[in-house]
Nanobody
Framework: QVQLVESGGGLVQPGGSLRLSCAASGTIFSISNMGWYRQAPGKQRELVALVFLYGGTNVANSVKGRFTISRDDAKSTVYLQMNNLKPEDTAVYYC???????????????WGQGTQVTVSA
């Protein structure tokens, strides 16, 4: 089984910064894409940023220039550095990873439990 555990959420004032981390553990042969999504109250879950196996990234326009995604494959961990946070960034942030548990298995998406980010004065 594969687990994704997020950390780093919390309450921050507008203009502040937070760094989210998500570590994958369990039976893992390889991890391809890793990413962050978020869901605000009353809204659908949306993509925030993706980082691909060989380092390319895809970042939502709403956070471009403020958020940076990165990964450390030695630690099976993905990070989201969030700067200049705005109240509209308030949401539960979810980690996602496409994981092959064994060499014979196809990649499957796994999700973390979510971490709350609240931006408020």
């Amino acid at each position: 089984q594969v687990q994704l555990v997020e950390s780093g959420g919390g309450l921050v004032q507008p203009g502040g910064s937070l760094r989210l981390s998500c570590a994958a553990s369990g039976t893992i042969f390889s991890i391809s894409n890793m990413g962050w999504y978020r869901q605000a109250p009353g809204k659908q879950r949306e993509l925030v940023a993706l980082v691909f196996l060989y380092g390319g990234t895809n970042v939502a326009n709403s956070v471009k220039g403020r958020f940076t995604i990165s990964r450390d494959d030695a630690k099976s961990t993905v990070y989201l550095q969030m700067n200049n946070l705005k109240p509209e960034d308030t949401a539960v942030y979810y980690c996602n990873a496409d994981v092959r548990p064994t060499m014979a298995a196809r990649p499957s998406p796994f999700w973390g439990q979510g971490t709350q980010v609240t931006v408020s004065a």
